[in-house]
């Protein structure tokens, strides 16, 4: 079994600020965990993977995440948040047992004030 | 190139009426995902095809439910006798391989709504 928290539906920042989306997972085998993001209207975009090579893991746009099993935690941040970062987004975990099936959390929505 | 691409893009459904939905993969991928997303939710899984086999079907909801993708490519998710609570979005994504690892592209969703 499977399962994902994300810990805030909403969070707002500055532009500039700092962005943190937290994201906990639960599973009974080692895990692959992805964050999506979605903008209106779109279906979801991969922003970046953890498949068990490294832990700190870059994505697009400036993100990144590290995988901490201590924590079965994989939480999301970017340095500087641009207004175009305003959106939903959506942890995701598939155990390696299945065929890509993947649980995903309730989202974040991310807000950027300027 | 063309990404995975649904239609109708909104669909609107007197209760009782069957609805099916569609969705176009990416050329030459295996896998096809069908998930639902709720209004405020994260997309559910409903069902998995590699090639034209439905591998795993647990995540529909009743039998009203049913997907099909008969020659490998196009797949369709058919609901009968829809419900109120059958309303969200219908996500299709496709991945070029098998495996857990890869990346699932998504195509924009279908909008249900049953009035």
């Known amino acids: 079994a499977q399962s994902v928290t994300q810990l805030g539906s909403h969070v707002s920042v500055s532009e500039g600020a700092l962005v943190l989306l937290r994201c906990n997972y639960s599973s009974s085998v080692p895990p692959y965990l992805f964050w999506y993001v979605q903008y209106p209207n779109q279906g979801l975009q991969l922003l970046l993977k953890?498949?068990?090579?490294?832990?700190l893991v870059k994505g697009i746009n400036g993100f990144e995440a590290e995988f901490k099993k201590s924590e079965t935690s994989f939480h999301l941040t970017k340095p500087s948040a641009h207004m175009s970062d305003a959106a939903e987004y959506f942890c995701a975990v598939t155990a390696n047992t299945n065929a890509g099936k993947s649980t995903f959390g309730d989202g974040t929505t991310l807000t950027v004030k300027p | 190139g063309a990404g995975v691409s649904q239609s109708p893009r909104y669909k609107v459904a007197k209760r009782g009426q069957d609805v099916a939905l569609r969705c176009d993969p990416i050329?030459?991928?295996?896998?096809l995902f069908w998930y639902q997303q709720a209004l405020g939710q994260g997309p559910e899984f409903l069902t998995y095809f590699q090639n034209e086999a439905q591998l795993d079907k647990s995540g529909l909801p009743s039998d009203r439910f049913f997907a099909e993708r008969p020659e490998g490519s196009v797949s369709t998710l058919k609901i009968q006798r829809t419900q109120q609570e059958d309303s969200a979005v219908y996500l299709c994504?496709?991945?070029?391989?098998?495996?857990?690892?890869?990346?699932?592209?998504f195509g924009p969703g279908t909008r249900l709504t049953v009035l």
């Open positions: 994504a496709s991945s070029l391989e098998v495996g857990t690892g890869n990346e699932q592209f």
């Open positions: 050329s030459g991928h295996v896998s």
């Open positions: 953890y498949t068990s090579a490294a832990t």
